[in-house]
């Protein structure tokens, strides 16, 4: 996963992720501000020119990891590879390592890019998780390459520009509109995060030929100086809907979704704003809207409170009043703990979008979900060539004529950022060819008769290791008791899990909701060692491990592999001790003995990206108050900085010591006490504090 989705279209500002238009338009003082402000085109020119004045190998090495995370976040990944390895040469920081690693994967270059997954996976043991489904992501693309879908791909050259062009949508049958950041969009000032110009809707219209015409502005009450793009348009024609960010407003502009309509005389009105999250709508980033034919339903990604990762896609519905209701989260079938974009519901009947969660190439890839009882479900990766190992999204498809019905399955177009083409992102066209039949063999005279042979047995049917699993929730005894027990409960619904096969011949990284009582089923490899990842928003992850490894079978006999997942349920500010974790008298350092203990934390925080804890240290009461309370200090903070060690962001880390103030026995100031009795208050705990 490249993690360069922002810049790919724009959208880290622009197009549904907000953060802050406004600064993007101010000139930086110098290398650091620039990059601090995310105006990383300009940052990249400047920190090349810092790393070039200073001989010092530890300056250099930091210096050249912000000039490969600038040119990754400005979607040049081949110059973020160079800069990667840069800093790799000097750095001992593991993420360098995972950096460089995505970084090959995103341009394709698989063999070296599980060589330093690898790598970063014997150096960062807690995050062995990612490392692992990114190996298995890779093994798959190189299947993919080797046998490509029916699928011909062809840049659209005369319609892209040097520049970002996306998202194309139609009109009509032989109308196009779609996004770029080409010259000719308006305004004058650059986008600092790219070094384009703000994006625009553009408009082209096709030749009887099937050739793409000029392009034009599309409409300048919509177009402004700011960005606006992803559009999507009602059957008649007649309103649209897309994305604009940024305005003449002081404070930093939130991503939202605009629709405007058409008057008779066919000019486009002013646009209004959509109103989907009610209270919270300033704080939420919503954009790349797609109206349903029968303009009932809008689907749309967003960054809501309570979603499933970075972005996930949502829908509304028009009510019988004419009013749209509430939005609704497509859930975790389609949604995963990343990013999910760009839906469009193809003539099919299918639901197409943008993912780098599922397993995929390298970057975004294009999936396919069926519609089944109302809910959404079993997303399919399109596969190469569509997709590739670059970012890929934005799927249209476009009526086949009659005279190709029997040749041509389906055609289209769609958006990548894939090598060779003419700027950051194209516009490329796509046609599913039919398979042909081989021509029969012509028949040849019979010269003698030949005794027949016995047919050949057919072969025995294979063993089947089937993975039958349950995932459990542990909550608490009494629920508005913080301190009561844990017990095990019933089954969690919609648990999901992550299959990933671990043996080097495996390729198996599988990703299944469970059922509403928990349960979930795989088919596994032979002789296979596997990882199995349940997670569940509002919960502790855990992963356990099975295999097929010496679990023989007669053919055609099922073997069945068990497992049970049991997720621990998150409750914010109870406090979890850590065992084993001692300090010596006196002193704050992590003694090798407590490692292991910090090194399951965090584990657990890789497993749960999405929450912060406060480490906290106790003390007995023993030895003065302002004394315990800063050997406690100390002693938390050296915690926080073992796991900032491991790879964990510090915003997601807080330091507290409670000195001697909150004892969980008798034993205060002046009771005489047992040395077991002390220890009791000697702990070290965290707590959940946000989610």
Same mark, same amino acid.
């Given at each position: ?289 797609? +109206?349903?034919?029968?303009?009932? /339903?809008? !689907? $749309? *990604?967003?960054?809501? #409170? &309570? =979603?499933? %990762?970075?972005? @996930? ?91 190709? +019905?029997?040749?041509?399955?389906? /055609?289209? !177009? $769609? *958006?990548?950022?894939? #090598? &060779? =083409?003419? %700027?950051?992102? @194209? ?265």
């Amino acid at each position: 996963m490249l993690n360069r989705i922002a810049p790919l279209v724009l959208l880290a500002c622009l197009l549904c992720f907000g953060v802050g238009c406004k600064t993007l338009f101010q000139l930086p003082l110098d290398a650091e501000t620039a990059y601090e402000t995310k105006q990383y085109a300009v940052a990249s020119k400047l920190l090349i020119d810092k790393y070039n004045a200073t001989d010092k190998v530890s300056e250099q090495a930091d210096i050249a990891y912000k000039i490969g995370e600038s040119y990754r976040l400005s979607n040049q990944p081949s110059k973020a590879e160079q800069w990667y390895k840069k800093a790799l040469e000097y750095s001992t920081d593991t993420q360098v390592t995972l950096r460089y690693a995505q970084m090959l994967q995103g341009n394709g270059k698989y063999e070296e890019a599980m060589s330093f997954f690898k790598e970063y996976s014997l150096s960062n043991p807690s995050d062995r998780l990612r490392a692992n489904k990114a190996i298995q992501a890779c093994k798959q693309a190189k299947l993919w390459l080797k046998e490509p879908t029916t699928h011909e791909v062809q840049n659209l050259g005369a319609l892209n520009s040097n520049a970002s062009d996306f998202a194309p949508v139609f009109l009509e049958e032989d109308e196009m509109v779609f996004t770029s950041s080409r010259a000719e969009a308006m305004g004058d000032k650059e986008y600092g995060w790219t070094g384009e110009k703000h994006s625009d809707l553009f408009f082209t219209k096709q030749s009887a030929a099937g050739n793409w015409g000029t392009v034009e502005a599309f409409a300048d009450s919509i177009n402004t100086v700011y960005n606006e793009g992803t559009a999507s348009f009602t059957a008649d024609g007649k309103t649209v809907y897309f994305t604009a960010c940024g305005s003449d407003n002081d404070a930093d502009d939130y991503c939202q979704i605009y629709y405007a309509q058409r008057n008779e005389e066919g000019a486009w009105l002013l646009p209004e704003r959509l109103s989907l999250f009610d209270d919270i709508e300033e704080e939420v980033n919503t954009g790349q809207p797609y +109206i349903t034919r029968d303009g009932k /339903q809008l !689907y $749309f *990604s967003a960054d809501a #409170p &309570g =979603g499933l %990762g970075d972005k @996930d896609l949502y829908r509304i519905t028009m009510g019988r009043d004419g009013f749209w209701g509430m939005p609704e989260n497509l859930g975790p079938e389609i949604n995963t703990d990343a990013y999910e974009g760009f839906p469009y519901i193809a003539p099919d009947g299918r639901l197409y979008f943008a993912s780098n969660g599922h397993p995929g190439m390298g970057g975004l890839d294009i999936f396919a979900a069926e519609l089944d009882k109302k809910q959404w479900r079993n997303p399919v990766n399109l596969q190469y060539p569509i997709n590739s190992s670059a970012d890929d999204l934005s799927i249209i498809f476009q009526p086949v004529a009659p005279e190709m +019905i029997d040749s041509i399955e389906a /055609q289209g !177009y $769609f *958006s990548s950022s894939r #090598p &060779g =083409g003419k %700027g950051s992102d @194209d516009i490329y066209s796509f046609v599913e060819l039919i398979p042909q039949p081989e021509p029969e063999p012509i028949d040849t005279p019979v010269i003698a008769d030949v005794p027949e042979k016995d047919p050949t047995p057919p072969p025995p049917k294979p063993v089947v290791y089937e993975l039958r699993a349950v995932v459990k929730q542990k909550v608490l005894s009494n629920p508005d008791d913080l301190n009561s027990n844990l017990v095990v409960g019933g089954g969690l619904p919609q648990a999901i899990a992550q299959v990933l096969g671990l043996s080097l011949s495996s390729s198996l990284n599988k990703r299944i909701v469970a059922d509403d009582s928990g349960n979930f089923t795989a088919i596994l490899e032979p002789n296979t060692d596997y990882s199995i990842t349940a997670t569940k928003n509002g919960y502790f992850s855990q992963t356990v491990q099975v295999s097929t490894k010496g679990k023989g079978g007669q053919p055609g006999q099922t073997v069945v592999v068990n497992a049970e997942l049991i997720l621990e349920k998150i409750y914010e500010r109870r406090e979890i001790v850590l065992d084993n974790i001692y300090f010596d008298l006196d002193e704050s350092y992590i003694r090798e003995d407590a490692q292991p203990t910090l090194n399951t934390l965090a584990t657990i925080l890789f497993e749960n990206p999405t929450i912060r804890i406060e480490m906290g240290s106790h003390t007995d009461s023993r030895g003065s108050d302002s004394y315990n309370s800063r050997l406690s200090q100390e002693r938390a903070q050296s915690t926080v900085t073992y796991l900032i060690s491991k790879g964990i962001p510090q915003s997601r880390l807080v330091a507290r010591g409670y000195g001697e103030t909150q004892l969980t026995n008798e034993c205060d100031d002046g009771v005489s006490c047992s040395e077991e009795q002390h220890q009791q208050n000697r702990r070290t705990s965290f707590k959940v504090i946000g989610q």
